[in-house]
Nanobody
Framework: QVQLVESGGGLVQPGGSLRLSCAAS????????IGWFRQAPGKEREGVSC????????YYADSVKGRFTISRDNAKNTVYLQMNSLKPQDTAVYYC???????????????WGQGTQVTVSS
């Protein structure tokens, strides 16, 4: 069964950190560009970060640059999103997605995860 499963979300205080994981099963993640997205209530989905399969190039939205780091562990078939210095405005459901096309891109992803909730609040 082909699927992406996110984990690692939760409740954290402002300034805290979380590491999200995106684990693939049924396909090999290393051959896909992986994007992280988030969607807050009442807002459109926003691209947060992505990593290319070809050369490992990474991209970040301006809102998270310098605070978030995307990485991949091909041996574990998993991509991570390390989130530091979290702010209340980072509160959202976070999704990972895999595309055989080049990222960053808002559409045309082959697989999506179910999402994991991140809440930043004191």
């Amino acid at each position: 069964q082909v699927q992406l499963v996110e984990s690692g979300g939760g409740l954290v205080q402002p300034g805290g950190s979380l590491r999200l994981s995106c684990a693939a099963s049924g396909f090999t993640l290393r051959y896909y560009d992986i994007g992280w997205f988030r969607q807050a209530p009442g807002k459109e989905r926003e691209g947060v970060s992505c990593v290319r399969s070809s050369d490992g190039t990474t991209y970040y939205a301006d809102s998270v640059k310098g605070r978030f780091t995307i990485s991949r562990d091909n041996a574990k078939n998993t991509v991570y999103l390390q989130m530091n210095s979290l702010k209340p405005q980072d509160t959202a459901v976070y999704y990972c997605a895999a595309s055989h096309l080049r990222c960053p891109r808002p559409y045309d992803y082959d697989y999506w995860g179910q999402g994991t909730q991140v809440t930043v609040s004191s």
